[in-house]
């Protein structure tokens, strides 16, 4: 079932989102780590090169400094590019990390694909994640056309772990028909 939550309306909510669309095309380009805890996290790193010839992903490697258990909170804020700047679009969501694995909403589940990364309950320890990017059949629908930067902040408990920043460009394909004689 589709919970779609704008926090503008509604400040808390949903843990499962299961989001599914194909009513556009989504593109990924990157993913940069703004900031991160160092009482959390050390070594963290995030690359995002060219997978094949189309289609970019993502290294990550980070150590866990902390057992982490279930409590693992994101917040996600899209931004969209409008005159050369991106600019809050009002769409923000806050979610279950642990489910949105379990559900791979946005791909989130595909993070456990390759490297060593694991399910929640996260243990310390050294983790790689490779060659991972989004899954935009598992956004959510109607999101117009537009270049966007979707924040996620991830949360412990209140307190915030990592800021990484994910570019993305969603399209909806023109379709021509011809005409049959
Ligand atoms: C690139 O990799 C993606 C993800 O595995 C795949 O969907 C796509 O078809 C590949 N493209 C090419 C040109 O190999
Ligand atoms: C994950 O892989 C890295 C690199 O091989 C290794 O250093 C690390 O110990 C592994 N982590 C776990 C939890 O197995
Ligand atoms: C990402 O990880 C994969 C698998 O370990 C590796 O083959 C690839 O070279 C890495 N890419 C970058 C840019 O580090």
Redesign the pocket.
């Known amino acids: 079932m589709l919970r779609l939550v704008i926090l503008i309306f509604l400040p808390s909510v949903a843990a499962d989102l299961l989001f599914q669309q194909n009513d556009y095309e989504l593109t990924f380009e990157r993913i940069e780590l703004e900031e991160f805890d160092k009482g959390f996290l050390k070594d963290a790193r995030i690359v995002t090169s060219k997978y094949n010839r189309t289609t970019p992903a993502m290294n990550a490697s980070f150590t866990y400094l902390q057992n982490f258990d279930r409590d693992m909170q994101v917040v996600l804020q899209a931004y969209t590019f409008l005159s050369n700047e991106y600019r809050l679009f009002p769409m923000r969501f806050q979610f279950d990390a642990c489910a949105a694995m379990d559900n791979n909403d946005f791909g989130f589940g595909r993070l456990l694909d390759c ?2 990364f ?1 399910k929640c309950p996260l ?1 310390k ?4 994640i490779c060659n991972w990017s989004p899954d935009g059949s598992r956004f959510p629908p109607n999101i117009p056309n537009g270049k966007y930067m979707m924040k996620l902040e991830w949360y412990h408990a209140n307190i915030k772990i990592f800021v990484a920043n994910m570019y993305v460009n969603i399209y909806r394909p023109l379709t021509f028909f011809k005409q049959k004689h």
């Open positions: 490297g060593n694991t243990k320890g050294r983790y790689l």
